[in-house]
């Protein structure tokens, strides 16, 4: 069969959730003897347009380089016409079976409409909520949890406040901006928004909503579309699996006696919450705890904010600020914990990261909101604790100090991992399901 798999990144220049669930899928794929090929954009800030294609690794990679401001930017964003004249182009050059879309940033509505004109089978996997969110995580850009897309109103004074001169005044008189808003619902330059915030929502569900098969990891996203009105009836619940590691993991790193090694993996930034973890974590230490703090990730993306979390930690030799690590390492990595801690804002969909701890036998703290709760099970293969709640955190932490057996008990209650050969069984067959009706279609 030969799969051409549509994502907005690919590793190795990028390589975040969507980015690792693309390349775990082609590599799986490959391994099968398929015939893939991965469109994909490289840079969204390079003048004029181009695709480089190379052969990477047993398929060929069609990487896209454009610049999203030329023209008009929030429609670039979701619905750029030159991204989906390239891929004709590609689609004309060879037959292809079916069409695979991950995530649908940036690529989705233009991916959609040429594998439909194509008259090919048409999958998307769903791993954030850009379809019915421009910021794509349903995040405020003061980092406050959004409830969903009620109105085209709401949804433009969040585009709105991602400018300084509205997210200040918004941050320091909230009521007063309130009542501006209430206000300029009427003015031209919101209706303006809201009428192309109503134009993309349009365009997206057409999209969505026209997929032969959507995939959702966590069970929390299926229902949060359903929610806003999405037609689901398509939608199937395949969780992540794990690739097995390509070496036995080393045994955990020794310890000092008592004491408590807490890890963080991922982007150091507002919204994954690692700010909460500190907060918890310095009381502890202040009182003598024996507490180890590792954090992995970049922390160049947003400069200011881990340069204050840095700051805040310098007096404290046991916090250790790791940086940026490569994928193959993490395993070893995990091993140096006790405890994974994913501390996020925002409805995360399925964390690779929980399923990579599991994977290694390693508990979970984790927020109590989305598909974090659906992973974590509470006082049985982790701990989970309120949302925004560095207390709860902290108390969360200190059960593991005091409590006799109590990370035994965790380490325990961690649960299998689905391995990638059975997830991708789950999906090869609906890609074989798809097909053969497409082929008897095209017969009748």
């Known amino acids: 069969m030969r799969i051409l798999l549509a994502v907005h990144g690919f590793p190795p220049t990028h390589y975040a959730g969507a980015e690792r669930v693309a390349e775990r899928i082609v590599k799986g794929l490959v391994a099968r003897g398929h015939d893939v090929e991965v469109f994909t954009v490289e840079s969204v800030s390079t003048p004029g347009f181009r695709v480089e294609t190379t052969p ?7 990487r896209l380089y454009y610049d999203v401001k030329e023209g008009d930017t929030f429609q670039n964003l979701y619905d750029y016409p030159p991204i989906g004249d390239a891929l004709r182009r590609i689609l004309q050059r060879r037959h292809f079976d079916l069409v695979h879309l991950i995530s649908g940033y940036l690529l989705g509505s ?3 409409q040429v594998a439909r004109e194509a008259n090919l089978p048409f999958v998307i996997t769903l791993t954030e909520y850009w379809f019915m969110c421009p910021r794509l995580n349903l995040m405020h850009p003061n980092d406050s949890l959004c409830s969903g897309p009620e109105n085209d109103n709401k949804c433009a004074r969040c585009l709105f406040e991602e400018k300084r001169r509205y997210r200040i005044p918004a941050q320091v008189a909230p009521n007063l901006m309130n009542a501006f808003w209430l206000l300029a619902q009427q003015a031209h330059f919101t209706t303006t928004k809201a009428e192309a915030i109503a134009q ?3 365009k997206l569900r057409r999209t969505l909503e026209s997929a032969d098969l959507v995939i959702s990891p966590s069970r929390f996203l299926i229902d949060k579309f359903a929610e806003f009105g999405f037609d689901t009836r398509r ?7 794990m690739n097995k590691p390509a070496f036995t993991p080393r045994e955990p790193t020794a310890r000092a006696p008592g004491e408590l090694r807490l890890g963080y ?11 909460l973890i500190i907060e918890a974590v310095l009381p502890l230490l202040d009182t003598g705890e024996k507490i180890r703090l ?10 200011e904010y881990a340069d204050r979390l840095k700051e805040q930690t310098a007096a404290y030799p046991s916090i250790h600020w790791n940086g940026r690590y490569d994928g193959a390492r993490v395993w070893d990595i995990l091993m140096g914990f006790d405890v994974l801690i994913v501390p996020s804002r925002w409805y995360e969909n399925s964390p690779l990261v929980i399923l990579e701890a599991m994977h290694t036998g390693l508990p979970v703290i984790a927020t109590r909101l989305g598909g974090m709760a659906e992973m974590v099970q509470h006082e049985k293969s982790g701990l989970l604790f309120g949302l925004n709640n560095a207390p709860d955190l902290r108390a969360q932490i200190a059960r593991l100090l005091r ?3 109590l990370l035994d008990r965790l380490r325990d209650g ?3 991992v689905k391995q990638s050969e059975q997830e991708l069984e789950e999906i090869f067959a609906h890609y074989a399901r798809l097909v053969e009706q497409e082929s008897d279609f095209l017969k009748t």
């Open 56 to 62: 990477e690794d047993g398929f060929i990679v069609h």
């Open 110 to 112: 233009q991916v959609a």
């Open 200 to 202: 993309r929502r349009e």
């Open 235 to 241: 939608f199937e619940l395949i969780r992540h699996g």
């Open 265 to 275: 993996i991922g982007q150091i930034k507002a919204h994954k919450g690692v700010d």
């Open 294 to 303: 590792d954090l992995w990730g970049p922390d160049g993306e947003v400069p």
């Open 403 to 405: 409590e006799p057996g």
């Open 414 to 416: 961690v649960p299998p």
